[in-house]
């Protein structure tokens, strides 16, 4: 018996004699994940159905991510503070307010577009601190900290702002407007850079889901079965394919938006899952009196995420701005809610401690999809927002009842 | 070794006061390396509050501790963590949506540059679950799927992770098992053989006297007797944690004097 790191490898290869159990454990966590993009291929395909295949034409995909590019961003940051046990109701303004400055940043003072967008960032990560400072070190709960910066960021917009003001740098709107330049040429009709882009992504998939394998296999740990793992990179290469397809026909390529949310996606994915700091977020938000005794210094880590998502709206007050060529003292309303209903539409639980950048994701683009559907097919906005209520409401049932029958809590 | 000659652990003139409540007064508290100290008390009599103190999750509000003879302060788990000093919590401080593994590690996870070294740990809890003869079945259930004893077996094996000079147990045996008690004795002893000082609080006089060196009396937040295990009485014990005369527990060894203790 040692109390050192260094103990002696006792059992044989894990691998031979795990359990069915063990075997499949990793599958029965992540039920709820495949579970989740099923829903979104299903909507898809249904609106494909209902809008005579209008709904996935080159240039509407391409617009269906500038779109909800926002979404996406926020979301992100939101369900790492949903998993922390916190919420943030105040993105919304704190959009509004910055991309204000960002404009006046431009139109008055001049300063050139990435300046302009890394004063954004700046101002973004003062705002999560001032929030965080409250929440974490004061220990206001979040809700009533952000409920007040809801208030505070949107009357500093309309006090900066006052209407709107227009940006007319080129470049800073192309930051929405264009897409990644067409460099390599086209192949017939498709863009041979989105093509290569596809391609390589697909390819660092593959060797991800490989090298994190055979890590498990050299420690002699459990692996998915093969079938499990082959069908999982199939799916996954055939998403990825199918959207590079469609989008090397539209008519910019890949949209800049698109580079910027799938940079974020794998850097995410990787903080949340990979780093002491991903599991510092779960652990306070599973138990944080535990996580406290145990270590974990849950007022930094607090603190953080709320920086975190402040650089985030200040990155969407950019991708706002940029995309309306203007900024506008009501912009951002009502942006807190639907990154709030992506990540419960994608699998994060209320309580805390549960959730996944992928699942927010895909929560947000199940919204995207709805709305678009429902554009294409020419149905009233207010009940567009009806549907989406009752699209929230129907997937956290789900996920109770379905939680309920597996008889954990 | 001149130093090893003194105690491990010194707590001198601990107080501390939550309210109008005084959980502690004034109490002093000695660990020695090869030693097992039995902290017993009624209930509510301080023994938790001690051993958050030890564990940095509490501060005193007055004494002094020392470690190998030096004073620190313990100002945080980490901090704690850091001096060797590893603690299972009455309440055993457990994350239910995380895994064995993580649960193992919480606070103390190995990492490289950026990622965390996940293989790595779970290769060292198999190992470390393996030897407490624990009934779980994976590294990986999650902490919500086992049951009370299982999640204890969880909390004990956290103080088999870093190289801990003192370990601290507030009844770690009080959800199991005759046989998984029986595995967690055994486990003090091997501590205890390896040159560690462990606190064990425990309300189960079998196992105080099974395992420990020497037996601390806590009453009302003050030191209340100690005594050598193999030399104290079982009434002599009794009397220190119900605060009778020894001789009225001497003549009454059973009944109400008893019942104190359950
Ligand atoms: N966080 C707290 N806030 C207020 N009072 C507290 C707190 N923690 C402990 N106390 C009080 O301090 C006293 C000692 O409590 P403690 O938990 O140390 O007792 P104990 O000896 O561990 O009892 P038990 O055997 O029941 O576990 C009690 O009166 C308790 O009410
Ligand atoms: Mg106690």
Excluded at chain 1, 2 to 17: A, I, M, Q
Excluded at chain 1, 215 to 240: C, P, S, Y
Excluded at chain 2, 87 to 101: G, K, M, P, R, S
Aim: hydrophobic share 50%; with cysteine.
């Amino acid at each position: 018996m040692s109390t050192d790191l260094n103990l002696v490898p006792t059992g044989g290869p894990l691998t031979k004699n795990s359990s069915w159990r063990e075997r499949f454990g990793g599958l029965g966590g992540n039920a709820r994940q495949y579970g989740i993009f099923a829903a979104l291929v299903v909507i898809i395909l249904l609106f494909q159905g209902m809008t005579g295949g209008r709904l996935l034409y080159p240039d509407n995909v391409a617009a269906l991510i500038n779109q909800n590019a926002y979404v996406m961003v926020l979301a992100i940051g939101m369900v790492m503070v949903i998993i922390a046990g916190h919420i943030d109701l105040s993105v919304g303004s704190v959009v509004a307010t910055i991309g204000g400055v960002t404009a006046i940043s431009i139109h008055d003072w001049g300063l050139s577009w990435w300046l302009a967008v890394l004063l954004a960032l700046v101002l973004g990560a003062v705002v999560g601190a001032w929030q965080g400072f409250w929440i974490a070190y004061v220990g206001i709960p979040a809700f009533i900290v952000t409920l007040a910066g809801m208030l505070i960021f949107r009357g500093l917009a309309l006090a900066i702002v006052s209407q709107s003001i227009p940006v007319l740098d080129p470049t800073f709107n192309g930051i929405m407007a264009n897409s990644l330049p067409n460099f390599l040429g086209r192949l017939g009709d498709a863009d041979i850079l989105t093509l290569v882009i596809g391609a390589l992504l697909i390819l660092t998939t593959i060797w991800a889901q490989m090298r994190s394998r055979s890590a498990l296999r050299d420690h002699n740990l459990a692996v998915e079965a093969v079938g499990v793992f082959v069908a999982k990179i199939v799916l996954a290469a055939l998403g990825i394919g199918v959207v590079t397809w469609l989008l090397s026909r539209s008519t910019g390529g890949t949209p800049i938006a698109l580079a910027i949310c799938a940079v974020l996606i794998v850097a995410y994915t990787f903080i949340m899952g990979r780093t002491v700091f991903g599991r510092h977020i779960y652990a306070i938000g599973g138990n944080r009196q535990a996580a406290r005794l145990s270590g974990v210094s849950t007022r930094s880590v607090d603190f953080w995420i709320f920086v975190n998502i402040g650089v985030l709206a200040g990155l969407t007050g950019v991708i706002v701005t940029s995309r309306l060529g203007t900024a506008l003292a009501a912009a951002g309303n009502g942006f807190e809610l639907d990154a709030i209903a992506a990540c419960f539409i994608g699998g994060a639980a209320v309580t805390g401690g549960i959730g996944r950048i992928s699942g927010a994701i895909v929560g947000a683009l199940i919204m995207g999809v709805l709305n678009q559907g429902l554009s294409i097919m020419g149905v009233d906005p207010s009940w567009t927002q009806v549907i989406k209520g009752l699209v929230l409401l129907l997937a956290v049932a789900y996920d109770l009842v379905s939680k309920r029958r597996a008889g954990t809590q | 070794m001149g130093v090893a000659q003194g105690p491990l652990l010194t707590m001198h003139g601990i107080s501390k006061r939550f309210g109008a409540v005084e959980a502690l007064t004034d109490v002093d508290l000695e660990v020695h390396a090869h030693e097992v100290v039995a902290l017993i008390g009624d209930n509510a009599a301080g023994k938790s509050t001690l051993a958050k103190i030890v564990a940095g999750a509490l501060t005193p509000d007055s004494g002094l501790i020392e470690i190998n003879g030096e004073a620190v302060t313990i100002p945080t788990p980490a901090a704690a963590y850091n001096l060797g000093i590893a603690t299972v919590f009455q309440d055993f401080a457990l994350c239910e949506n995380l895994d064995v593994t993580a649960n193992l590690f919480l606070g103390r996870e190995m990492h490289g540059a950026l990622r965390r070294s996940d293989e790595e740990m779970e290769r060292i809890t198999r190992e470390v679950l393996d030897r407490l003869a624990s009934r779980i079945p994976s590294a990986r259930t999650p902490l919500g799927s086992l049951s009370a004893g299982q999640r204890q077996s969880v909390a004990i094996a956290r103080t088999l992770i870093g190289s801990p000079r003192i370990v601290v147990l507030d009844e770690p045996t009080a959800s199991l098992s005759v046989g998984q008690t029986a595995e967690v004795l055994t486990h003090i002893e091997r501590l205890r053989e390896m040159g560690l000082g462990i606190i064990l609080i425990s309300h189960n006089m079998t196992d105080v006297r099974a395992v420990s060196d020497r037996i601390e009396v806590l009453r009302l937040g003050r030191n209340n007797g100690s005594f050598v295990t193999q030399h104290a009485s079982y009434e002599e014990i009794i009397a220190a944690i119900t605060g009778a005369p020894r001789a009225d527990a001497l003549r009454h060894p059973t009944g109400a004097t008893l019942s104190a203790v359950s």
